[in-house]
């Protein structure tokens, strides 16, 4: 079992920046993809960027391409999602996961959440105008 818990949230201004944070209860993590979601009220949980075990591999959605950066600590369990040039449309809650199916993998990650199987209990983000 995987704990994931979420941190960094808050209020920022459009053109502002934020860090967001997510520490794993164990370190068997380090071996997972890992991704970050978000899910605005009255949408669908949609996919931000995902990251490969040792950071090879990198996807970004294209809403978020150029302003978002995702990384990972290995050593301290800890994925993180560097969130630039906010708009309002990014105001959401930030959900991180954990993709165990397929460890030390590098060529296919995913970005479907159907495909992650432990989450985070999430942050708020909200980009006020």
């Known amino acids: 079992q995987v704990q994931l818990v979420e941190s960094g949230g808050g209020l920022v201004q459009a053109g502002g920046s934020l860090r967001l944070s997510c520490t794993a209860s164990?370190?068997?993590?380090?071996?997972?993809?890992m991704g970050w979601f978000r899910q605005a009220p009255g949408k669908e949980r949609e996919f931000v960027a995902v990251i490969s075990w040792n950071a090879a591999s990198i996807v970004y959605a294209d809403s978020v391409k150029g302003r978002f950066t995702i990384s990972r600590d290995n050593v301290l369990n800890t994925l993180y999602l560097q969130m630039n040039s906010l708009k309002p449309e990014d105001t959401a809650v930030y959900y991180c996961?954990?993709?165990?199916?397929?460890?030390?993998?590098?060529?296919?990650?995913?970005?479907?959440?159907?495909?992650?199987?432990?989450w985070g209990q999430g942050t708020q983000v909200t980009v006020s105008s």
């Open positions: 164990r370190r068997t993590v380090s071996r997972y993809t």
């Open positions: 996961a954990a993709d165990t199916d397929d460890p030390y993998n590098n060529y296919n990650i995913r970005s479907e959440k159907d495909e992650y199987d432990y």
